[in-house]
């Protein structure tokens, strides 16, 4: 079974104050080219899908009709992240066991985060959003805010130490029963290969697919071979133009044909 899982999408209502960045039908023709291209059996949206800090869940379903229709695919898995953990069809977490008795445990991973791993920690982070919100009105806080949203992405780039190894730590915890940990919530697409008891294991992170991005992982669950996918916002505008392009020629090639 081919798998992907994206995360950290962070969907929201499209206002100034979101991290989302993505066109509805962009979004959905993106997944479908992955899905079609890697021959994609299960979609797996892991953690943090919806932004349930800052909006309620009915603002976003109404903001984004198409993604909440193409959502209701069967092979679509939601899995919960703290930014959408009030999602009700959002699982904890989830494992596949394949053939030869190798599992993959997937789960967004802010557990591993004292801030976002408690209640109170959660509370606090929705506190700081809805004072945030009610400043929304002033231009000048607002491109303060994305200023520092911008250079959290950046500092993500070059190898934060202290979150890397956090993260890494509560990885190899899960990695003695399993053979691959895929954790998303850093924003941060990576992998590490470790061997325990002679067995080799795997931490991989989907990154996110905020701001118009597309960062994911492709996993072939019996050979536990994997590939990470990262396209920019321009790359991926010129990927649909490149094939919009391949159509017009196909079509006036038949076109000739026809005439001929
Ligand atoms: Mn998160």
């Not at 209640?119 to 606090?124: C, D, E, F, T, V």
């Not at 795997?202 to 960062?215: D, I, K, P």
């Amino acid at each position: 079974m081919n798998i992907l899982v994206l995360s950290d999408l962070h969907i929201d209502t499209h206002d100034a104050f979101g991290i989302f960045k993505w066109n509805e039908m962009d979004l959905i023709m993106q997944i479908e080219r992955i899905r079609e291209l890697h021959a994609i059996d299960k979609i797996i949206f892991n953690g943090d899908t919806f932004e349930l800090y800052k909006y309620t869940f009915e603002e976003i379903r109404k903001a984004n009709p198409m993604l909440m229709d193409y959502f209701k695919d069967k092979n679509f898995v939601f899995i919960k992240g703290n930014h959408d953990i009030i999602n009700d069809f959002g699982l904890d977490y989830i494992q596949i066991c394949n053939s030869k008795g190798q599992t993959i445990h997937i789960e967004h991973g802010h557990n591993a985060d004292l801030l976002n791993g408690t209640k109170l920690g959660r509370a606090i982070g929705r506190f700081g959003f809805s004072i945030l919100k009610k400043m929304s009105h002033s231009q000048s806080l607002m491109n303060l805010y994305f200023k520092l949203v911008a250079l959290d992405d950046q500092i993500n780039h070059i190898p934060k130490r202290y979150n890397s190894i956090k993260y890494l730590t509560y990885a190899l915890k899960m990695l003695k029963d399993h053979d691959v940990v895929i954790l998303g919530h850093t924003h941060k697409l990576e992998s590490h290969h470790t061997y325990y008891l002679n067995q080799k294991k795997r931490y991989l992170n989907s990154g996110s697919c905020s701001m118009g991005r597309f960062q994911a992982i492709i996993m072939d669950t019996e050979t536990l071979k994997y590939e990470l996918i990262k396209e920019s916002k321009d790359s991926i505008k010129k990927q649909f133009q490149q094939t919009l392009k391949f159509k017009n020629q196909t079509y006036s090639n038949q076109q000739i044909i026809t005439i001929s």
